[in-house]
């Protein structure tokens, strides 16, 4: 496989790459690929602006394995020795994958996973709670999530955004909570409501 090693010697201490307003895609399907950053401190990769696409083989850094500050991070496999730090700024896409460690400036880890991933516990595979910032020795699985009455999953933290509503029902078709009550129907004119008061207020004033 091919590898890519620096130590600060001979990469005067930066990163090996350093996105600013390009576009990289990893591959790494031959055995043993790598991109390792050998001294401690800085990132084997940084992500400025653009766009990176990791699908394989290892990221690996003595303290960081790849830290963002701004573009698109989307990752669907690989493996990422050292802690792997996503902005605020950045946006993510995450579908697979192995980390040390994994931490964002989002709200939480729900905010970098693509949809229907989680985060799994990588020695016993048990699915974790992302609503946090920051988790190690992790992988990302698909996941199927199981909401609760309130429209959050119980095991991955994720809460449901409520996209797409059953115009007839109310009830968000994604996790099953009912949001609106009541349906005022005039002529072909159909409306949603979450109260039955609040039709009754809104006939009252057509």
Not at 56 to 80: Q, V
């Amino acid at each position: 496989g091919r590898k890519v090693v620096n130590d600060r010697d001979n990469n005067h201490g930066r990163e090996i790459f350093r996105l600013q307003g390009a576009n990289l895609t990893i591959e790494g399907h031959a055995p043993g690929s790598e991109i390792r950053r050998a001294d401690y401190g800085m990132s084997a990769i940084a992500l400025n602006s653009g766009s990176l696409t990791i699908r394989g083989g290892k990221i690996a850094g003595r303290s960081k394995s790849i830290s963002t500050a701004g573009g698109e991070l989307t990752i669907s496999g690989g493996t990422f020795d050292g802690s792997l730090y996503i902005s605020a700024k950045t946006t993510a896409a995450i579908s697979g994958g192995s980390f040390s460690r994994i931490a964002t400036g989002h709200d939480s880890l729900l905010d970098v996973l693509a949809p229907d991933y989680a985060f799994f516990d990588a020695d016993s595979g048990k699915i974790l709670d992302a609503s946090g910032q920051e988790l190690e020795n992790v992988c990302v699985r698909a996941h199927t999530h199981r909401f609760d009455a309130n429209g959050k999953c119980q095991d991955c933290g994720y809460v449901c955004s409520h996209a797409n509503v059953n115009q007839t029902t109310g009830a968000c078709e994604a996790c099953g909570k009912v949001l609106y009550d009541a349906r005022l129907t005039v002529g072909e004119s159909s409306r949603l409501f979450e109260s039955l008061d609040d039709a009754f207020i809104a006939l009252g004033e057509g």
